[in-house]
């Protein structure tokens, strides 16, 4: 099978990133995994930090990539009981194993395998459990936000921001969601934040402070974190939190006052989806929330920006690097 993969990795430049298409393999499924014919994976901020060894797992090289893919079972290893050869499934990110999907097979375990939701295209079923599981932990049972809540979702225009956008307001949160620049603004607007900051034209904590009246934000989403925090740390709320689960801003050094924080009995939480995950009834927890929304109808479908084929996933990444996206970006198979 064709499978994409990094064999060197770089400082931030596409070039030098060592991203290679090469046949290797096709996985069989032992116990308790299936083997899924991949119709699509989806990219994430996880990926471009492994590639240039920031991630805090280790890039053993040559290292293959993707943690959400949908596709149909081929096969199914013993013990498994709930897929079958031919159905069409989703996967949840799990990086616990020679789980890789950007491949033309991959395997899942049967836990982290999900069906493909009715009527949705590949990459819809290949982008929507990194963005909604990422948000639905802190949000919903680390530090659960209430009705009237503000949240602050910075990077809000990719995949995890918008899925944050929608886990916050389904939770009755009020939502600032944070861009670049104001070219995104009705955009945000749109996707359902109540107010929207250009973080390069604007003076952040004092844009959040008008925004709440004064209160400041209860929880904040930070896939950007390095000097960012310094930003918005004085307006946090008192009793607020910082989640810091990605490191958009280039660096993994954080550097803020740390009397902001003492002050408003705040605090700064570093957070990875995948730690919940690891956990067999936060795992199922977590599946069952989406699952059941999406059934209602009060979460849907994810915003897909663009999809570019497997040979072209250089560009892919170059895109989500420069931060041109609205909403998942995904790569076919």
Not at 8 to 24: A, C, Q, Y
Not at 204 to 218: L, P
Not at 261 to 280: K, Q, T
Request: proline residues 5%; negative net charge.
């Amino acid at each position: 099978m064709r499978a994409l993969m990094f064999d060197r990795t770089g400082d931030g430049d596409e070039s030098e990133l060592g991203l290679v298409i090469r046949d290797i393999e096709a996985p069989k499924p032992g116990p308790g995994e299936v083997a899924i014919r991949v119709s699509a994976y989806g990219l994430n901020q996880a990926d471009i930090l492994l590639m240039n060894n920031r991630h805090y797992t280790r890039s053993d090289l040559p290292m293959r990539l993707g943690y959400e893919a949908s596709g149909v079972v081929t096969a199914a290893g013993p013990g498994v009981t709930r897929f079958a050869v031919g159905d069409r499934v989703s996967t949840v990110p799990n990086i616990d194993g020679p789980y890789s999907c950007a491949n033309e097979y991959a395997l899942a375990r049967e836990e982290f395998t999900t069906p493909w939701p009715e009527g949705w295209s590949a990459a819809e079923a290949a982008g929507f459990w990194m963005q909604y599981l990422t948000a639905y932990y802190p949000m919903k049972e680390i530090f659960p936000v209430a009705e009237g809540d503000w949240a602050l979702i910075t990077a809000a225009s990719g995949g995890t921001g918008l899925g944050a956008i929608r886990i916050a307001k389904l939770l009755g949160a009020r939502v600032i969601a944070t861009t670049r620049t104001s070219v995104k603004r009705d955009f945000l607007m749109e996707q359902g934040a109540d107010a929207t900051i250009a973080t390069a034209e604007e003076d952040v904590t004092a844009a959040i402070m008008s925004i709440t009246g004064g209160e400041g934000v209860r929880l904040v989403s930070d896939g950007v974190g390095g000097g960012f925090v310094a930003e918005y740390v004085e307006a946090l709320a008192f009793n607020g939190i910082a989640y810091v689960h990605g490191g958009l801003s280039g660096t993994n050094d954080v550097s803020f006052p740390i009397l902001a924080l003492v002050h408003r009995r705040a605090g700064l939480y570093g957070y990875s989806l995948i730690n919940e995950l690891r956990d067999p009834e936060s795992l199922r927890r977590g599946i069952g929330f989406v699952t059941e929304r999406i059934a209602g109808g009060s979460l849907g479908r994810p915003v897909i920006d663009r999809v570019f084929p497997l040979e072209e996933a250089a560009s892919a990444y170059e895109r989500m690097k420069a931060g041109r996206q609205r909403g998942k970006i995904v790569v076919t198979l």
